[in-house]
Structures are given as structure tokens and as C-alpha cells.
């Protein structure tokens, strides 16, 4: 993924070749940048959530609803193998204001 940042931030000059002719080329690369940085902040997000499941695994807690204890039904780590919480506390966690929650992903 570092390439693809390097890249997206522009830290490889010797590959630009010029500065943009007009404000709208500038806003077309500003929001290729972004939507590039987003990308890889998710995917990044998604690998560490996949790595909490193995350590989950790896622990004997992997299929336990890590707020109330309750085992998660199969269909739903058949949907979302990662998934930390049962249905019913996924969506009372969706429901919480975002900054309760700071490092747990919303599923």
C-alpha cells in the first residue's frame, strides 16, 4: 500500500509531469488524491479487523458477541467473518453517537 500512498500524495516528483493548466484539473486531482487516501484507510480498517478476528480465534472467543457474550449466529459470520458484535448489538452500536465507539469499525 505504500506505493499507492506515495503515489496519491505526489511524494515521487520525478513522476510529475506538470502542474495543472486550470482550477478544475487542480479539484480533479485534489479529489483523486482523496478518494485514493480513503480507499486505503479502509482497507487498512478492514485488515485490522480481520486481524482482531484471528487473535479472537486464536483466544477461543471468535463467534462471542464481544458486548453482551452472546454467541454470533453463523449466517451473520458467514456475512461478515470478522464480526465482533451479534446483529442486536451492532445496531445499537450504530445507533450510538460515532465517537463513543472510537476504534471499533461499524458492521
Not at 505526489?10 to 487542480?26: F, G, I, Q, V, Y
Not at 484507510?41 to 463467534?63: H, N, P, Q, W, Y
Not at 453463523?74 to 467473518?81: D, G, H, M, Q, W
Request: net charge negative; aromatic share 2%; glycine share 8%.
Amino acid at each position: 500500500m505504500t506505493q499507492m500512498e506515495d503515489s496519491a500524495l505526489n511524494k515521487d516528483h520525478s513522476r510529475t509531469t506538470s502542474m495543472p493548466n486550470d482550477m478544475a484539473e487542480l479539484g480533479t486531482g485534489n479529489f483523486d488524491q482523496e478518494l485514493t487516501l480513503d480507499l486505503l484507510g479502509g482497507e487498512k480498517e478492514a485488515l485490522d479487523e480481520i486481524d482482531r478476528a484471528l487473535k479472537r480465534t486464536e483466544d477461543g472467543s471468535f463467534g462471542q458477541c464481544e458486548e453482551c457474550g452472546r454467541k454470533i449466529p453463523k449466517p451473520r459470520l458467514e456475512a461478515i467473518p470478522y464480526a465482533a458484535l451479534c446483529v442486536q448489538c451492532a445496531a445499537q452500536e450504530e445507533e450510538r453517537p460515532r465517537a463513543a465507539s472510537p476504534g471499533r469499525r461499524e458492521e
